[in-house]
């Protein structure tokens, strides 16, 4: 450490600040925790009746993060169907173990890039060699879409249950399910697992792994982009 004392020891995160292009207003991060015993979750997972399917699932032992992925998500599913909606959660592995969780908070796109910076220090402390986000996204068939248009401004975009997992020794997994609404019943379609797409908000994680984001995502932005020029 040189001279310096171990209580100015950072990060390599710069010291920069972060401001939004659109009205010059500083951009700032806010972490909140709730400490809860365990028989309060456990009550409370009880009450909204997804206690067995959530305690099966993270409960039980997996050979590969392929497997992990396919059977947290069917746990996320349960929970939707409950709930009728999914807030955003990351979860950090190590080993094929859950070692945090928390939910994201974010009003665009842009901000959830930034935040994803910051996490990107969680998975350094933590030493995860896996991450996976679920939440529900916007889904719109590619040739519907107009040049640089995004799924959610589409009129033909769709409502979907995502999951998205990478890690530090395999290849990314996508997992989604259509979700259809008829009135207040919600019910998603089939799950599609390892679904074609790009995560580039995982890239700061990638980074902290010292590894290069997966080839695949760049041939998938190409492809977009090309698209989008055509457009």
């Given at each position: 450490m040189g001279w310096r004392f171990?209580?100015?020891?950072?990060?390599e995160l710069?010291?920069?600040?972060d401001f939004s292009l659109a009205d010059g207003s500083r951009i700032e991060f806010e972490v909140k925790h709730k400490r809860v015993t365990r028989a309060e979750v456990e009550e409370l997972l009880r009450k909204r009746g997804v206690d067995v399917v959530i305690k099966a699932v993270m409960?039980?032992?997996?050979?590969?993060?392929?497997?992990l992925a396919a059977g947290y998500f069917e746990m996320c599913k349960a929970v939707f169907l409950k709930d009728g909606y999914h807030v955003s959660i990351l979860f950090l592995f190590r080993d094929l173990k859950p070692i945090n969780q928390m939910q994201l908070i974010v009003e665009n796109t842009q901000?959830?890039?930034l935040l994803m910076r910051q996490l990107a220090n969680e998975v350094t402390k933590t030493g995860a060699d896996a991450a996976m986000i679920v939440?529900?996204?916007w889904m719109a068939p590619a040739e519907s879409l107009r040049a640089y248009e995004r799924p959610a401004e589409s009129p033909k975009r769709a409502e979907a249950l995502t999951a998205n997992l990478?890690?530090?020794?395999?290849?990314?997994?996508?997992?989604?399910?259509?979700i259809h609404r008829n009135g207040g019943v919600v019910s998603p379609v089939e799950t599609v697992i390892n679904a074609s797409g790009a995560s580039f908000e995982f890239a700061p994680f990638y980074h902290a792994w010292g590894l290069?984001?997966?080839p695949s995502w760049i041939d998938t932005s190409k492809a977009v982009m090309a698209r989008a020029r055509r457009g």
């Open positions: 171990p209580c100015m020891i950072a990060h710069p010291r920069t600040g409960g039980r032992e997996y050979k590969d993060y392929p497997e901000q959830k890039y939440g529900e996204s990478v890690s530090k020794t395999g290849d990314p997994i996508d997992c989604m399910a259509l290069p984001i997966p």
